[in-house]
């Protein structure tokens, strides 16, 4: 059985990805990068989500000679050409604060009307080998920005997009409900191919 290790101290991302290995009756081993505690977090200096994923999945693979994943994701808004985008986590200058990320793009957005809302959730998934084999997959999640939160699920900007074809917004729908249609879960999803490719 192969070892994959997946680039991420997300104890729900790892439980997501070894579920759709799993579906698709691939028998190779998921752990996360807490099974490796000596391995250094990697920079994100990327100017895409695709190049941020390679980064963090090609550093982990030269660390530990596993094959590695890495995903990188976040909230590209039609009106501010695809912004926030890679700087989804820190947009209001500290990362990982979704409340202050939240209120900052909710001003910045105060007077564009409805039909201007759209935006998408975006997921790069990246599948690097020890021998620099290279792969990377994506997914969207389309829908309009609400004007205020709602829902209690979920994290950073879910409860302002509400999926296109969806009366509530990601933060109002169940996990399963999100999963079956969101951006990791289709770029997860992508990846199952991949892996069949390279590793068996």
């Known amino acids: 059985m192969t070892r994959l290790i997946l680039a991420t101290r997300n104890a729900g991302k790892i439980t997501?990805?070894?579920?759709?290995?799993?579906?698709?009756?691939?028998?190779?081993?998921?752990?996360?990068?807490?099974?490796?505690?000596?391995v250094p977090d990697v920079k994100e200096t990327g100017v895409t989500f695709a190049e941020n994923a390679l980064l963090k999945a090609h550093a982990l693979a030269r660390a530990t000679g596993l094959p590695a994943v890495a995903d990188d994701s976040g909230l590209c808004v039609d009106v501010l050409n695809g912004a926030p985008g890679i700087f989804s986590a820190r947009w209001s200058g500290t990362h990982?604060?979704?409340?202050?990320?939240?209120?900052?793009?909710?001003?910045?957005?105060?007077?564009?009307?409805?039909?201007h809302r759209g935006a998408y959730f975006a997921c790069a998934a990246a599948l690097a080998l020890p021998d620099g084999t290279e792969r990377v997959v994506e997914g969207h999640l389309t829908g309009t920005l609400r004007?205020?939160?709602?829902?209690?699920?979920?994290?950073?900007?879910?409860?302002?997009?509400q999926p296109d074809g969806e009366t509530r917004t990601c933060a109002e729908l169940t996990a399963d409900e999100k999963n079956a249609i969101s951006h990791r879960g289709k770029a997860f999803r992508a990846l199952v191919p991949v892996v069949r490719e390279l590793l068996g």
């Open 16 to 38: 997501e990805l070894r579920a759709i290995l799993a579906d698709a009756g691939l028998p190779h081993e998921l752990v996360g990068a807490d099974a490796y505690p000596d």
């Open 96 to 115: 990982g604060n979704d409340r202050a990320n939240l209120d900052l793009l909710l001003a910045q957005l105060s007077d564009i009307a409805d039909e």
């Open 147 to 161: 004007h205020t939160p709602a829902g209690t699920g979920g994290f950073g900007y879910d409860p302002i997009l």
